[in-house]
């Protein structure tokens, strides 16, 4: 019933940002497996923008760098316990919570930064669901791997 709720809950959230059209199929590669960055059933990719990095407004930067300092944070604690994983996972759901109800892109630009968001919202979600320190640590590989790509698609 979670996972449910969870599920309804950021796709709600997702389609609430500017009212675009949401992603029909929600279970997504871990883009680090595989270079060309498939969505599962909708057959669309993750490309730059005819050779061109896609242009995100600041708001969007911000919060993808505060995504990047929740990493540096875990990384410099001494506990790598499941509850420092946890407590991991609460804080990058948060930032992407924030980057989500910040949105104000429009367009092509937007649609882009959806097929990057949308994987990383399911790795989060799923990482919500690890009951090891082994799986919350393969999780958060896969979550800072589609984090990573962003300066790749995306003007910083």
């Given at each position: 019933?979670?996972?449910?709720l969870t599920l309804?809950?950021?796709t709600g959230t997702?389609?609430?940002?500017?009212?675009?059209?949401?992603?029909?199929?929600?279970?997504?590669?871990?883009?680090?497996?595989?270079?060309?960055?498939?969505?599962?059933?909708?057959?669309?990719?993750?490309?730059?923008?005819?050779?061109?990095?896609?242009?995100?407004?600041?708001?969007?930067?911000?919060?993808?760098?505060?995504?990047?300092?929740?990493?540096?944070?875990?990384?410099?604690?001494?506990d790598k316990s499941?509850?420092?994983?946890?407590?991991?996972?609460?804080?990058?759901?948060?930032?992407?919570?924030?980057?989500?109800?910040?949105?104000?892109?429009?367009?092509?630009?937007?649609?882009?930064?959806?097929?990057?968001?949308?994987?990383?919202?399911?790795?989060?979600?799923?990482?919500?669901?690890?009951?090891?320190?082994?799986?919350?640590?393969?999780?958060?590989?896969?979550?800072?791997?589609?984090?990573?790509?962003?300066?790749?698609?995306?003007?910083?």
């Amino acid at each position: 019933m979670k996972k449910l709720l969870t599920l309804l809950l950021l796709t709600g959230t997702i389609w609430s940002c500017n009212n675009h059209k949401r992603a029909e199929n929600k279970n997504f590669n871990n883009p680090a497996e595989t270079d060309e960055h498939h969505s599962k059933g909708t057959g669309e990719k993750l490309e730059l923008n005819n050779g061109a990095k896609w242009k995100v407004d600041s708001t969007t930067n911000n919060n993808t760098n505060s995504l990047k300092l929740i990493f540096e944070k875990f990384d410099n604690r001494s506990d790598k316990s499941l509850a420092a994983y946890k407590k991991t996972q609460g804080d990058l759901q948060k930032g992407i919570d924030k980057m989500i109800s910040e949105c104000k892109m429009n367009g092509p630009d937007h649609e882009a930064l959806h097929k990057w968001l949308e994987p990383l919202i399911n790795q989060v979600a799923k990482f919500k669901q690890t009951s090891t320190v082994h799986d919350a640590d393969e999780a958060l590989k896969g979550i800072r791997a589609q984090v990573s790509l962003y300066s790749q698609y995306f003007e910083l």
